[in-house]
């Protein structure tokens, strides 16, 4: 339908002398369909307002455009226009503009009730509580939100190995089901800017940890290793060097346990072993073999001093 308008707009248009400003606003709507804001937005800079009687249409166009380029200025302007126009239509196209307008300044978006189902989705968007996790350095949790106020954080300490020996392509999802009473809970408040910081306590900052942040039925959780670890993977020859991240000193004597997923879908245990001096080891050959048919390779990697972590590599 888009074409066909198009190539009649282009066939009309080859045949008059000069573009007329009603001709430019046809150009301009049939190029913004074409997704070509660029281009539609240069020929409705040219069109005089006052020389065309189809302003309402103009005035919501100018609105779309300017929406479109980010100039929220130009966008409320011409929005303005049409927000208390007698025509429903209208009157909620113009509005829903200046809703957008205010969501993206931080502003509660009004809207008016009778609205269609697209915009009651969007409305009901507007309004439904959300927020994100993320972890700072591993010492802290930053959380963002929009219409909260409060949210719960627990902490539950992980003990890895056992974990990964249970799944270990699914170490962090394996933990929820150990979940016993959190080790760290606390309710955060959110302030007006839709922030809250949480400083992981010292006892578990250097710990496998499990972090779940609460609120409105909704929950995310994110897994820190909290560990000094370095660890450097050689994909192409199936081995690992461990090195301390703060001095980059090789660590020996490092713990290492293997689990490989085989084509047929089965996960089964490799081998496991210790770093040499030079913090190396080599996870993927065997007396009997190598891993080079294995799917994907799951590796368990401890230390006493410096902690532990999960990686996940492709075979050699």
């Given at each position: 339908?888009?074409?066909?308008?198009?190539?009649?707009?282009?066939?009309?248009?080859?045949?008059?002398?000069?573009?007329?400003?009603?001709?430019?606003?046809?150009?301009?709507?049939?190029?913004?369909?074409?997704?070509?804001?660029?281009?539609?937005?240069?020929?409705?800079?040219?069109?005089?307002?006052?020389?065309?009687?189809?302003?309402?249409?103009?005035?919501?166009?100018?609105?779309?455009?300017?929406?479109?380029?980010?100039?929220?200025?130009?966008?409320?302007?011409?929005?303005?226009l049409g927000k208390d126009h007698p025509v429903a239509h209208w009157r909620l196209?113009?509005?829903?503009?200046?809703?957008?307008?205010?969501?993206?300044?931080?502003?509660?978006?009004?809207?008016?009730?009778?609205?269609?189902?697209?915009?009651?989705?969007?409305?009901?968007?507007?309004?439904?509580?959300?927020?994100?996790?993320?972890?700072?350095?591993?010492?802290?949790?930053?959380?963002?939100?929009?219409?909260?106020?409060?949210?719960?954080?627990?902490?539950?300490?992980?003990?890895?190995?056992?974990?990964?020996?249970?799944?270990?392509?699914?170490?962090?999802?394996?933990?929820?089901?150990?979940?016993?009473?959190?080790?760290?809970?606390?309710?955060?408040?959110?302030?007006?800017?839709?922030?809250?910081?949480?400083?992981?306590?010292?006892?578990?900052?250097?710990?496998?940890?499990?972090?779940?942040?609460?609120?409105?039925?909704?929950?995310?959780?994110?897994?820190?290793?909290?560990?000094?670890?370095?660890?450097?993977?050689?994909?192409?020859?199936?081995?690992?060097?461990?090195?301390?991240?703060?001095?980059?000193?090789?660590?020996?004597?490092?713990?290492?346990?293997?689990?490989?997923?085989?084509?047929?879908?089965?996960?089964?245990?490799?081998?496991?072993?210790?770093?040499?001096?030079?913090?190396?080891?080599?996870?993927?050959?065997?007396?009997?073999?190598?891993?080079?048919?294995?799917?994907?390779?799951?590796?368990?990697?401890?230390?006493?001093?410096?902690?532990?972590?999960?990686?996940e590599v492709l075979p050699p």
């Open positions: 339908q888009v074409i066909a308008r198009r190539e009649e707009l282009l066939q009309r248009l080859c045949l008059v002398p000069r573009l007329e400003p009603r001709d430019r606003l046809e150009l301009a709507y049939t190029l913004t369909l074409q997704d070509r804001l660029t281009d539609a937005s240069a020929q409705f800079a040219r069109i005089d307002r006052a020389a065309i009687a189809a302003r309402l249409q103009y005035d919501y166009l100018g609105a779309y455009l300017a929406l479109g380029r980010g100039d929220l200025a130009t966008a409320a302007r011409f929005a303005a196209r113009f509005g829903e503009v200046l809703a957008q307008l205010d969501e993206i300044a931080g502003r509660p978006a009004t809207r008016e009730a009778a609205l269609g189902d697209a915009r009651r989705q969007d409305t009901q968007a507007a309004n439904t509580p959300t927020f994100q996790a993320r972890l700072n350095e591993g010492t802290s949790l930053v959380i963002t939100a929009s219409n909260l106020t409060r949210c719960t954080v627990r902490m539950h300490r992980l003990d890895l190995e056992p974990l990964f020996s249970q799944a270990p392509f699914a170490t962090a999802s394996a933990a929820r089901s150990t979940w016993v009473r959190a080790a760290f809970e606390q309710e955060v408040a959110i302030d007006a800017k839709g922030q809250a910081s949480v400083v992981i306590p010292a006892t578990l900052q250097h710990q496998a940890v499990a972090i779940e942040v609460a609120a409105a039925g909704q929950s995310q959780v994110l897994t820190t290793f909290a560990d000094a670890l370095d660890v450097r993977l050689a994909p192409g020859s199936g081995q690992l060097q461990v090195l301390h991240a703060k001095t980059g000193k090789p660590l020996s004597a490092t713990y290492v346990k293997v689990y490989i997923e085989r084509p047929d879908g089965r996960v089964v245990f490799h081998k496991d072993g210790y770093t040499d001096l030079r913090g190396r080891f080599d996870y993927a050959s065997l007396g009997t073999g190598s891993v080079g048919a294995a799917k994907r390779i799951a590796l368990f990697i401890s230390h006493d001093e410096a902690g532990a972590t999960v990686r």
